[in-house]
């Protein structure tokens, strides 16, 4: 099916070139620059299925087990080709996470029977990590699983579980022994089936009254113990290890990226380039923005050079959002009595979704760990401040 | 917490705000503006019948209209306290801003009819005066042998599928009146958008629409402070209601934080977050004592000194309800993010206010403008 | 010798007329609008010693002791005024601080001795409070008093001892026993003359270059024991107490007042006001400081009404030192290349010493109790947020 | 600690860094500061010298000038550990303006006598050019039969007391041209104000100045990329320098702060603090960012992008450094507001970098103004 291909070996130029051109001309355009950060697999089904018979739906998989295999320089290229043409965020808790989990952690069985199933699009997964109780601190979590004969029965709760309600099957942090001093023990990761008895999915809107998340409940979940991943109690470095370099993600600067040029052409429309104190305000917004490219690819090439990433990249995290902030609410600014409506504004060239935008820039200093938390982990590990 | 601190020697004050609290165990706020925003409506007639009830949308109108006779102080205490309650139906400008209007028009019947209307909750009095851009809107009556009519586009009209009735500024030759049109007049046309905070603002079209000579209510408006008083007052409730907003928002970020325990510590005990929500609480301080200071110069030193404490006020109260609602947002984390959790409705209110006859920045450039003027 | 009248009982506007009509006049122009924040005494001393003279000098001791006696309201003018008509801080430890001491915890000797001598200029005062150790943390501070017969024998070191080179006699917070526990407990308050053996005063440059604090050594200093104020042990609450409603001052709007109207002197002169850019800039700075008026005129009012204020008032203080700061960091900006001088900058209509304020902004924001530590106090007194 | 990232094959980076320390060693950075600063002079010429003699003067300018050849690159990784170690003597300006200006100028011996001199620390070189405000000074050459003279006033002239020779931008009729004019020529007077980081600015006046045929370095100059090029390179190593200064200034707060006990505690463990500390270093990596995105785009794409990029790091690196320092100065607390703690200095000096060749402000809106042109 797939055509397979050493795409390392290219230079970044010619691979860029036939990654772009590819998905430029089979992404089809009614899924471009959706207004959706996080659209369900249903709206995406065909895209996703042409990305995985062509073999590009998971970039670094290896290409034994249908990935493109990239190395982090050639796949920050498909990620930044990908946002540059405006393609949208595919369910990819599976590609992105259950993958590269099961691939380095996985048994062959389960490898085999899960992967396919993951570029077939047949199960969609979504990640258990956050509870009520257990948020930016989730080493503190609950959720109980207990050894029953070749089962596990899993008893609790997660929270924040994004697209639950559109995926059939969940990751799981369970808590299988509890020792206060090192909470990080004790933690055993779990596949479940979401279509097992005892579970309930309740979706919660967002501040955009879209349901991206939701609540998973678990009753006396029966999950069989071939389920596990990796050991009993050991899940903690597991579930850590494969953040690996992706983390250099949620600081790249697509979101804001989109903002300002949303920001440009409603400034365009009503005239406020003309306004030198608009410009001035612009000039900040828009030097944040370039100097960002400039930091993205300073922790880009060395990802290239070393392969690997210090706690240091999650500066790019709190710049980009906070700058994503910054842009929202400039264009709400500049938008006067019409900062008031909720719906998309007019601008004779498209409408701009000032309020969609504005609302949809609190979520990432939220999630993915608080802009607090970030800096306190920067405060140690690269500062070397004391507790 | 902050809030607005004027001497009440007769508890006045202090009577308005505990018949808000009384109102918002009956008609809890953020339960009704789910609701309204559910329905897709612009306002809530039941809700808007209870504040007539107490008492509420007269306030300021003149004893002989029928109204309380009060003055901006109390009408600043009300609307603080329904910021603070999250009770969102557009009173600034369906009693502050029409009743103003209504106060300063010429004595006849049609004005009677229509302030006593507005008190008693049965009339919905919405002005139509304005363009997007927040500038005055261009309506016009023309007259011919067929009689006066009025053609034009004004935007930004609240409550326009709920009115009865519509106060519409126009333009007839050169001077500025003042018209009541029924809604459902023949040429009148409205069109919806939603407002971030579960309402609607309308565009309404006259094309052509018939006005009967008892409708003219005002005229000569370019020449008289009336607008301007209108627009003052309003931006001055406006302002009430946005310190209310933030300072009750501040309240559940503080009772939250309290509650909420990472890392074995309830988080207001981590020093970044004490330190942010001090600030949230400076800057509900400073709204506070600008809109008590607006209250001053408008008593003791109307004309200038009034007029920029006016705009000072506005500003600050608005840039400070945006700030602390963006910060409380932050400080609920994902649960935050939620539309469940009220906080983030706070947010969009204080957003649609703060956007409302002028935002912060424009407000400034005002003040400057006025104070630098010879 | 001073004019004496109840002055408490006049209007505020008839109190304000006849104050500032009278200091307009007397207050020698040379010393108005002053570059130095805090001149010496000897640069002052005609001005001091006819305020002295009109009994105006102390304006809260008690007519008795040859001060006005004004309550809080009248106090507010009296500073009010004093902004307004740039007239120059004199050395006021003495007055402000020492006097109202002696007043409240003095034995009559000491009264009758001191009060005389702060009037007549013979005795300029410092407080020696800070120590190397003992900043923000006041209470840690380790300057020792030992008792030995009728004298204390004093050995430490204070810093941050304003004008101490220009002073004869300095309060001193001595510890005179130690518990850990609570580190208030065993703290004494001695007034001590520094021309005693053993005392050596070393001024210490400011970022202006201008010595305006000193550092203040005691080697084996022998102070008499009539010299203690109040009790061995429980010097902590004195010194805090005399503190009282003068707090509002350190939040009063004169700093960013005097430094608002360079920054429109600089900006007529360079044109500034041209651009809209600059224009909305100084809005919000021109607004901050209308807003801090109100702010002041809140507590003001508090104060005036119940004759005390609550921990809220550092609000003031907070606000007031950053507002400065941004109101001298905009005048550089608009100074561009001129930015660069240590002089004072050219206008054609006198000269705005933009540096000079500048490197002034950075005092407010530290000394008194660092903005960190009012705003720690501010969460734990108003907000009741958790340890 | 935040530094410039360049790929360093050879060594010549680390070699370049490590020359600096050694020179610090020799001569304190600060402890010079202050002597030049009590002494009222506007170079050390001892620190001159030996700066000639680490081969550091003719860094850039081309091998058959007598100068090492090399690039901005390494001049950036030079400035930059300049700027950590607080060397103040102005090369931005005597080495890399004056050099780029005399690389460019045409072929002829009065050129290379200056560049030989100016390599060698013999001759001081000081460029002449600006008006306070930034602009292009007018001064005038005028022919008559008694010959050319020049007149007219310069501002900003850096170590004016100390040049031996003045590199003057000058009109002549339509053309602009570059003239050298020794110091103590008739008709030049100089008058110096003081500077924040302790040195001199000066006004040079001509008044009258002769000029013989030979002292004309360059004619045309309004055709050509000359003075754009040594702006650029100016800014570049400019950005470099205060990156550096930031740098360092963030690495001695950690330290401080990191001692200092306040509370039981080292007040670096408050997290308020370190909260504070973490936005100075995030700056500080920005700014480092910013001066390789702008070497890059040199090297690959000259130009506009390259201009932009030029742009955007002198921004970045003047608003991080001063930022740096100012916060740097408040978590010193008392301390930090002696003259006696070398972080003021470092204010002082972020402050005078900043405001030299535009200032933030400034250049942003250069940037946008060159990224919507056409």
């Known amino acids: 099916m797939a055509e397979q291909q050493d795409w390392n070996s290219l230079s970044d130029t010619e691979f860029r070139k036939i990654f772009r051109s590819w998905v430029d001309e089979n992404c089809p355009m009614r899924l471009r620059n959706m207004r ?14 042409a990305l995985a018979d062509k073999g590009w739906l998971s970039p670094v998989w290896p290409q034994e087990y249908g990935g493109m295999g990239l190395n982090a320089a050639k796949h920050i290229i498909y990620v930044e080709e990908w946002a ?69 029965i899993v008893n609790g709760q997660k ?64 999950v069989p113990a071939e389920n596990l991943v990796g050991e009993v109690d050991k899940g903690w470095n597991l579930a850590k290890a494969v953040l690996g370099h992706e983390r250099i993600f949620l600081g790249a ?71 994503y902030q910054k842009i929202t609410e400039e264009t709400l600014d500049i938008a006067g009595e019409e900062a008031r409506f909720l719906d998309d504004l007019p601008t004779g060239n498209g409408e701009v979704d000032a309020m969609n935008l504005y609302l949809d820039s609190r979520a990432l200093a939220i999630f993915g760990g608080s802009n607090e938390i970030q800096r306190t982990i920067l405060a140690k590990a690269v500062l070397g401040l004391p507790s | 917490m902050p809030e607005i601190i004027l001497e009440d020697p007769d508890g006045t004050f202090a009577m308005l705000r505990d018949s808000v609290a009384a109102f918002a165990q009956r008609f809890d706020g953020a339960k009704s503006l789910r609701a309204r925003r559910g329905a897709g409506r612009d306002l809530d007639r039941d809700i808007w019948s209870a504040m007539a009830e107490a008492g509420w949308l007269g306030l300021m109108l003149p004893e002989d209209l029928g109204g309380a006779g009060l003055g901006l102080s109390e009408q600043a205490i009300l609307s603080e306290a329904l910021g603070r309650a999250l009770i969102t139906e557009p009173l600034a400008q369906l009693s502050v801003f029409s009743g103003t209007l209504l106060a300063g028009a010429e004595p006849g019947a049609e004005r009677s009819r229509l302030a006593e209307g507005l008190i008693s909750g049965s009339l919905v009095v919405s002005p139509v005066w304005q363009t997007t851009d927040g500038g005055f ?47 459902g007049s023949d040429g009148l046309s409205v069109s919806e958008r939603p407002t971030v905070d579960g309402a609607t603002l309308a565009q309404v079209r006259f094309d052509g629409c018939p006005v009967a000579a008892e409708q003219v209510l005002a005229r000569g408006l370019l020449g008289n402070d009336l607008l301007d008083d209108a627009i ?36 207001a005990s981590f020093q970044a977050i004490q330190h942010r929500l001090v600030d949230m609480w400076s800057v509900a301080e400073f709204s506070c004592a600008a809109i008590v200071n607006a209250l001053e110069r408008l008593a003791d030193e109307p004309g200038k000194p009034a007029a920029l404490a006016v705009l000072a006020a506005k500003a600050r109260a608005g840039d400070a309800a945006v700030d602390i609602t963006r910060k409380a947002i932050h400080l609920h984390g994902a649960m935050g993010f939620t539309d469940e959790c009220d906080i983030g409705l706070y947010m969009k209110r204080a957003v649609n206010l703060n956007a409302t006859l002028g935002n912060p920045a424009q407000l400034r450039l005002q003040f400057v403008a006025l104070e630098r003027a010879a």
């Open chain 2, 232 to 267: 003052q007052a309003t931006r001055l409730t406006l302002a009430a209601e946005l310190a209310g907003a933030g300072s009750k928002a501040l309240e559940a970020t503080v009772d939250y934080t309290k509650e909420r325990v990472q890392f074995g510590k309830p988080i």
């Open chain 1, 253 to 323: 600067p697509s979101r804001p990226e989109v903002a300002l040029s949303r920001l440009e052409q409603l400034a365009e429309a009503r005239g406020a380039f003309a306004d030198p104190a608009f410009v001035a305000r612009y000039a900040r917004l828009r030097l944040d923005l370039y100097d960002l490219g400039s930091a993205f690819e300073r922790f880009a090439k060395q990802l290239r050079d070393d392969g690997t990433l210090g706690a240091d990249v999650s500066v790019l995290k709190i710049f980009c959002s906070e700058l």
């Open chain 1, 84 to 152: 540059r043409l405006g393609c949208p965020r595919i369910p990819d808790h599976g590609i992105g996470l259950v993958g590269p989990l099961l691939i380095e952690f996985g048994t062959e069985a389960q490898k085999a029977h899960y992967l396919p199933r993951i570029l077939s699009g047949e199960d969609v997964w979504c990640q258990g990590y956050s509870e009520p109780g257990a948020g930016s601190d989730l080493a503190s979590l609950r959720t109980a699983a207990v050894r029953d004969g070749d089962s596990f």
């Open chain 2, 137 to 183: 809107a261009v309506v016009t009556a023309t007259a011919d042998v067929a009689g006066v009519t009025l053609s034009g586009t004004a935007d930004l009209v609240v409550a326009a599928a709920s009115a009865d009735v519509f106060l519409v500024l126009a333009r007839s030759k050169d001077e500025r009146v003042l018209i009541s049109v029924p809604a």
């Open chain 1, 36 to 49: 959706k950060q996080r659209p369900v697999f249903d709206e995406l089904a065909d895209w996703y299925h």
């Open chain 1, 159 to 222: 929270i924040w579980t994004t697209l639950a309600h559109c995926a059939n099957w969940i990751l799981l942090l369970t808590r299988t022994s509890r020792d206060e001093k090192v909470k990080q023990k004790g933690i055993t990761v779990l596949l479940v089936d979401l279509t097992s008895p005892g579970v309930t999915v309740r979706p919660i809107e967002n501040l955009r009254q879209e349901a991206d998340f939701c609540e998973v409940f678990f009753e006396n979940v029966r």
